[in-house]
């Protein structure tokens, strides 16, 4: 069982900055990716970014719309992931998720809050 616990959102005017923190805890050895999505009401949740481990190598992907703006950053000793938004838009509002798989098993954290306001 593994347990993800994220912190970091709030209210953030346009152009403001945000840095979301997710914690695991429990059986994580055979994480291989942790990353962070998103959902705003009425929409489906899209993957934000994530951070893949090969060879106790990280490799991250973007979703287009955030590519210059945020920077995800995982630490593997920590099982801890990271999430810097920077040049936040309104656009960027929604519940962010943090998400943790094995080759089976996906964990969802209980998600945090991000608006941006115009």
């Known amino acids: 069982q593994v347990q993800l616990v994220e912190s970091g959102g709030g209210l953030v005017q346009r152009g403001g900055s945000l840095n979301l923190s997710c914690a695991a805890s429990?059986?994580?050895?055979?994480?291989?990716?942790m990353g962070w999505y998103r959902q705003a009401p009425g929409k489906q949740r899209e993957l934000v970014a994530i951070?893949?481990?090969?060879?106790?190598?990280?490799?991250?992907n973007y979703v287009d719309s955030v590519k210059g703006r945020f920077t995800i950053s995982r630490d593997n000793a920590k099982n801890t992931v990271h999430l810097q938004m920077n040049g936040l838009k309104p656009e960027d509002t929604g519940v962010y998720y943090c998400?943790?798989?094995?080759?089976?098993?996906?964990?969802w954290g209980q998600g945090t809050q991000v608006t941006v306001s115009s």
């Open positions: 998400k943790a798989t094995t080759a089976l098993v996906t964990y």
């Open positions: 429990g059986r994580f050895s055979s994480i291989r990716a």
């Open positions: 951070a893949t481990s090969s060879g106790n190598i990280n490799y991250v």
